[in-house]
């Protein structure tokens, strides 16, 4: 039998193509070899997927998305060597696989589930870091208000979705009630208060602001607001705003 050093020196060496593949005292093809490691690999990239996108294995079932893994796995093959960081892509992968799904027609919010999922799996790993309050604006010039951008915290995530998510979402976790798809759209606001996960279902005008607010001042983001929602009181929005940054979790920049 092989010791410990000569096998490392040996396995190696058919890593690298320079040997014939044995283990131990027992051929083994090229072929095999491969096959094994291949397995290992896929069965390791499917786990991690697996592990993060819990809403798509229920939805599409555990056999069916181990085959979606070994498939998205042959176009996205993992660049990093935690695979924590694995599947980013998934929810676009399920755009362009969608029809070859079980009843892939009549799922089309898959993918926006998918990014769900993605979201809470980044929000769990994503480090915390100190944040602004909104209420820090009041100590600022009116000036410095209106030039005022926002950027969102690592640990938080805003998914807009043309079906009801948040309604689906409770649904795969519950198992109770149903849901209608065509009820209309849905954006979530995700994070990570005191390291719990947690959804805020957005009302329209406050994820019309925490959208556009995070590529305008908020002099510009005010006046998107008021002429897309001609009702919209101005007070009510921040007060509402403040309920979801009550842990500090939105950055505010001047």
């Not at 030039?147 to 979705?161: A, E, G, T």
């Not at 208060?193 to 001042?217: C, R, S, V």
Request: aromatic content about 10%.
């Amino acid at each position: 039998m092989l010791s410990l050093e000569q096998l490392q020196i040996q396995f190696f060496s058919i890593l690298n193509g320079s040997t014939a593949p044995i283990l131990g005292t027992k051929n083994i093809s090229l072929a095999d070899c491969e096959a094994i490691y291949r397995r290992n690999y896929q069965e390791n990239h499917s786990q991690a997927l697996c592990l993060t996108y819990k809403s798509i294995v229920k939805l599409v079932g555990h056999d069916y998305f181990r085959n979606l893994a070994i498939r998205y796995l042959s176009i996205y093959p993992s660049y990093s060597g935690d695979l924590n960081d694995y599947g980013e892509n998934f929810s676009d992968f399920l755009v362009q696989h969608l029809p070859l799904l079980p009843n892939g027609n009549s799922m089309p919010y898959l993918k926006d589930i998918a990014q769900l999922d993605w979201a809470c799996w980044q929000i769990m790993l994503a480090p915390r870091t100190p944040a602004l309050n909104l209420n820090v604006l009041l100590n600022w010039s009116v000036e410095q208000q209106h030039k005022s951008r926002l950027r969102l915290d690592s640990s938080i995530k805003i998914i807009r979705s043309d079906y009801p998510i948040h309604s689906i979402w409770n649904l795969l976790q519950t198992d109770i009630g149903t849901v209608d798809i065509n009820s209309g759209s849905e954006t979530i606001l995700v994070g990570r208060p005191d390291n719990e996960i947690l959804f805020y279902k957005l009302k329209p005008p406050t994820a019309f602001l925490l959208e556009y607010w995070q590529q305008h001042t908020l002099e510009e983001s005010l006046t998107a607001v008021m002429t897309s929602f001609t009702d919209i009181n101005i007070a009510d929005l921040f007060a509402n705003l403040n309920t979801l940054t009550i842990n500090g979790e939105l950055w505010i920049q001047s």
